[in-house]
């Protein structure tokens, strides 16, 4: 049964700074991996979605790395602003549905 | 811009009576999900459909069931709330199962009273 893990639970940080995010998973037999952000009250935005056979993706400030060998991914944010809080949830596709984790909660502060 | 729309987005309803969710996908994907947030928690599924078959979680009260009459709706109906049903519900859709890549809406907020 996959198990997702993401820690910290909550980070905050001052403006400007360089963060990453954990993301850790049990089983390595995943066919992606999708980082989503979500602000509070709304629903979820996605962010990168990684392959299993790529090692990374970038978009703009976001860079995500997957190795599957050791079962984790990160997210790492260049430069934060504060406009980046939000919480953050990594999740895998298993049996047809996503299996989350609990989310890192990102505080940025100017 | 093609995209995944809940309505409404914030839904009121008394314990006990029944209450719809709605969802449409500008996407045309084959796959729609419906997930129940509660606060501080990840996002659970409750189930999906691909195409018109209908998988329901294993874990899914019977008082939660869906209907998707065409490509583009898919509805949440909650038959007797309970104020343990209080959350945000989320629709999802994904183009093909293999894919996996998930839309989401934004969100319907259910309160009950």
């Known amino acids: 049964k996959q198990e997702v893990t993401q820690i910290p639970a909550a980070l905050s940080v001052p403006e400007g700074e360089n963060l990453v995010l954990n993301c850790s998973f049990t089983?390595?037999?995943?066919?992606?991996l999708q980082w989503f952000r979500q602000d509070p009250g709304k629903g979820l935005t996605s962010l990168l979605l990684i392959q299993s056979s790529q090692r990374e993706q970038t978009s703009g400030r976001l860079n995500a790395s997957l190795d599957k060998s050791s079962g984790r991914s990160t997210l790492y944010i260049a430069a934060s602003q504060p406009g980046d809080s939000a919480t953050y949830l990594c999740a895998v596709p298993q049996g047809g549905k996503l299996i989350f984790g609990q989310g890192t909660e990102l505080s940025v502060k100017p | 811009d093609a995209m995944v729309i809940q309505n409404p987005r914030y839904q009121v309803t008394q314990f006990g009576k029944p209450v719809t969710l709605s969802c449409s996908q500008t996407?045309?994907?084959?796959?729609m999900y419906w997930y129940q947030q509660k606060s501080s928690q990840a996002p659970k599924l409750l189930f999906h459909?691909?195409?018109?078959?209908?998988?329901n979680e294993a874990d899914t009260p019977d008082n939660f069931q869906s209907r998707r009459p065409n490509t583009s709706f898919c509805f949440l109906d909650i038959r007797s709330p309970g104020l343990g049903d209080a959350a945000m519900y989320l629709c999802?859709?994904?183009?093909?199962?293999?894919?996996?890549?998930?839309?989401f809406g934004p969100g319907t907020r259910l309160t009950v009273t």
């Open positions: 089983d390595s037999a995943i066919y992606n």
């Open positions: 999802a859709t994904s183009r093909d199962e293999p894919t996996y890549e998930q839309y």
């Open positions: 459909y691909y195409d018109k078959d209908f998988n």
């Open positions: 996407l045309n994907h084959n796959v």
